[in-house]
């Protein structure tokens, strides 16, 4: 059960309503991470803003993006996000039984070097950030350039941020 009751549309405050409405057009639902967090508007605009700069720009790919919050969200335990983001992730192609494996990402056939050196990092940078080597580093600048490892980084950094505070918060997902 959710430590924080999410705020109904009728309670918010105009500019979460904007978000509401945003998120209500294009996925047809408002996830309850964003409904929780409308208590503090300004919290919520600038959280909308970051997660769109970090998964809506950038030359990676969505679908890239995507496998790489799983895996995250995986790692951290994350019932929300797990649920919310594999939906996504198979919108663009990853399969149900890449997804429930993604722990053996190393030894899979159907991961490219590129995906698998993402993963890699996905779980180094969500476990022990300090022990990102130069031998993982050789492999991410095989595949990415600068920019890409920072869109990369990005995205783990925000699913690391994402899955503590749905955890902390025990937020339920839409489902």
Known sequence: MARIRSISYEEAEP?????????QRERGNIPNMFR??????EILRTMIAHFRAVMESGTVGIKLKELVAVRTSQINHCDYCVTSHA???QRFGWSDEQLADLANFRT??????REKAALELAERESLESENVDDELWSRLREH????EIIELAATIGLFNYFTR???ALRLESNR
């Not at 500019?15 to 998120?23: C, I, L, M, T």
């Not at 929780?36 to 508007?41: E, L, N, S």
């Not at 899979?108 to 070097?113: A, H, I, K």
């Open 87 to 89: 939906q996504v992730a």
């Open 108 to 113: 899979r056939s159907d991961f490219t070097p």
């Open 165 to 167: 505070f749905h955890n």
């Open 144 to 147: 990415f350039d600068e920019g």
């Open 36 to 41: 929780t967090t409308a208590y503090r508007p």
């Open 15 to 23: 500019g979460a309503r904007e978000v509401f409405d945003n998120y």
